[in-house]
């Protein structure tokens, strides 16, 4: 995702890189929620299940509705490189808070199929 979104770092604005970074991102932003939500199933028990996934949702909307004001704050002066450089960093320290440990992360045994 950081290559097409190099020329809206640095401030170059064409159509088609515009909608080539767009594209990219919606498929990056869909994969991730497929896949949080893919591990949410995998690791919940089912009778939680309904709750941890709309606690989830409810996270997700809050987080769109205080970084949406911000972004609009920061792209103000900064343009789109500032919002691209604050993403980044957001999602850098995202990904190192959620790097997962060989202690504390347990998957549920996959049964084995018998041939």
């Known amino acids: 995702m950081l290559v097409p979104g190099r020329p809206a770092q640095t401030g170059e604005h064409d159509m088609v890189t515009t909608m080539l970074v767009l594209a ?14 893919t591990l949410l199933v995998q690791t919940t028990p089912p009778g939680l ?41 957001a999602a850098a320290c995202g990904l190192a808070y959620t790097r997962p440990s060989r202690s504390t992360l347990t998957l549920p045994a996959q049964p084995r199929s018998r041939s």
Do not use: K, T
């Open 49 to 89: 299940r309904p709750r941890v996934e709309g606690l989830g949702e409810l996270a997700m909307g809050a987080a769109a509705a205080v970084s949406g004001p911000i972004a609009g704050l920061l792209f103000a002066p900064g343009g789109l490189p500032a919002v691209c450089a604050l993403g980044l960093g």
């Open 24 to 37: 990219v991102l919606g498929m990056g932003w869909n994969l991730a929620v497929v896949g949080g939500s």
